[in-house]
Every structure is written in C-alpha cells, then in structure tokens.
C-alpha cells in the first residue's frame, strides 16, 4: 500500500510540474508579446529616422542618438504637456476616488428603493461602450456649460466612463468587511458618514489603490476625447496629444525617430506611479474579487 502511495503521489507531483511548466511557457510568451512593443518603441527613440524606415524589426540601434530626446522636448512644448497630463490624470484619480469610494460603500451598507436595479444597471454598463457617437453630444454639452475652454470637461467624462467598473470592485471589497466594524462604530456614536469616513476609507485603501492607479493610467492614456478639446487650444494639449503631433516634426517626412523619444517620455510617470503602487494595486484586485 505504501509503495503505491509513494507511486501516485510521484504520478501527481510529475503532471503538477508538468502543468506548472505549460503555464510558464504561456505566460512567458505572453510576456514577451506584451513587452516587445515598449521594448521597441524605447530602442528605436535613440535609432535615425532613415534606420527606423528601413530597418525592419531589428531592436538595437547601429548608434544610439540622444538627440532624439532634446528635439523631441523642444519641439513637442513638453514641459507644459506633461503638466496638463499630470492635472487630467490626478483630477481623474481624485474625481473616480470620491465617487467610487462612496457609492461602494452605500451600496455595500445602505438598504433603499431600487438599490439592485440601479446597482445592477450600472453594471451592465461596464459592457457597453458608445464610442465615438458619443462625443459630439458631451462636447456640445461641454460648450453650453461653459466647460471647454478648460481640461475641467475632460477630467469629468474620463472620470465617468470607467466609474462602474471601479464601483463594482469596491462593492466585491466591501462585501469582505466584517459589519460587526460599522456595528461597533455606530454604538461609539459614528453616523453613516463617519463610519464611511474612520472606518471603512482606512480598510478600503488596497481597492482604493487599485483604482487610483487605473483611473490615473486611463487619464494619462487618453487621447481622443483631450484631442477633440482642446483642438482649439493647444496650451491644454495633453502629451499624448502632443506626442502625436511629433510625427509631423520633420522636414517633408514623418519624424517617427522623434515620435519613439516622445512616446518613451510619456512611458516614464505610468511606470514610476505603478512601481510605487504595485503591491496595493495586486492586493487590492485579489481582495476585491473574493466575493461580489
């Protein structure tokens, strides 16, 4: 009995790492897949515009141009870009914060009419996507309220589009706090308010740090929804706005080697701002999707 034991459990151990070696095949592939782009896009910014149009796929550069960097600075105003970029993405942070934070928690604590409804609706929204058809209303929208003339507009409806899927994922951490803490609160005198605010915001910050870094990255990525608002403005251009216009830089031909060195600047602040928020970020994702 003992040896047959020993030889099934030898069996198991070799289909586990086995399995365990399929899955780090696949995930290496997918890593590779998704860095080779960036990988890319940072090693052709010190290539030449001619070997960047003629050199295919290769990755290193015959001799690394740092000038790319300088032109691309200069020429791309990225110094008032990178403000504007800055501003959008932490206006969009703090307005999704705020929002998805107190709506998490009512719909988490607070019994009301229509609760499942509305909670449900907002849900289904996180699989509809209007597009592009949208914005002409939202800018007309913006023009009658006074709002475009400012990145105020855009910090609004970039913030809005993702709110149900931020309020789905505080929800799923919500339901993983024990209410025997807003019970224990409320008999200390907290209202509904102060339990939100002492209580529940200092257990919420794993979820909350996830969505920070998504709202921001999603407010640093935007494109087409700052490029329709400030087409007429274009001191509120936002980088990845500008970076684009960086294609036009040369003399009678794309300038697609000060294009990389533009996109690989803009890489850098989504970068440091995960490394700082990684561990909150991975936590926050795992806890909230325990239960929902």
Request: charged letters at 15%; hydrophobic letters at 50%; aromatic letters at 12%.
């Amino acid at each position: 009995m003992a040896r047959e034991e020993r030889k099934t459990h030898a069996v198991e151990s070799k289909k586990t790492k086995a399995i365990n070696a399929v899955i780090f095949v696949l995930l290496a592939i997918l890593a590779a897949l998704t860095a080779y782009p960036i990988v890319y896009i940072v090693l052709g910014s010190f290539k030449t515009n001619s070997e960047l149009v003629s050199g295919g796929l290769k990755l290193l550069p015959e001799k690394f141009v740092l000038d790319n960097y300088i032109q691309a600075w200069q020429m791309g105003n990225f110094s008032r870009y990178t403000i504007n970029s800055l501003v959008l993405s932490f206006g969009v942070m703090f307005v999704s914060l705020f929002v998805t934070s107190m709506s998490g928690y009512v719909f988490a604590r607070k019994e009301f009419k229509l609760k499942k409804l509305i909670y449900n609706s907002m849900v289904m929204f996180m699989f509809i996507n209007v597009g592009s058809t949208a914005l002409r209303p939202l800018f007309e929208l913006a023009v009658k309220l006074h709002m475009n003339t400012s990145l105020i507009a855009v910090i609004l409806i970039s913030a809005g589009t993702s709110q149900a899927t931020y309020v789905f994922l505080i929800h799923g951490f919500m339901n993983t706090v024990p209410k025997e803490l807003d019970e224990a609160a409320k008999m200390d005198g907290c209202s509904f308010f102060g339990i939100y605010w002492r209580v529940i915001l200092p257990v919420l910050k794993p979820a909350l740090a996830s969505v920070a870094l998504l709202s921001f990255r999603g407010g640093w990525n935007e494109y087409i929804l700052p490029l329709i608002f400030t087409m007429t403005n274009e001191k509120l251009r936002p980088l990845t706005v500008g970076v684009v216009a960086l294609q036009n830089a040369g003399d009678g031909a794309a300038a697609w080697n000060i294009l990389f060195a533009g996109s690989a600047i803009s890489i850098i602040p989504i970068i440091i701002v995960y490394m700082f928020a990684s561990k909150q970020f991975m936590g926050g994702m795992t806890s909230g999707a325990v239960k929902g």
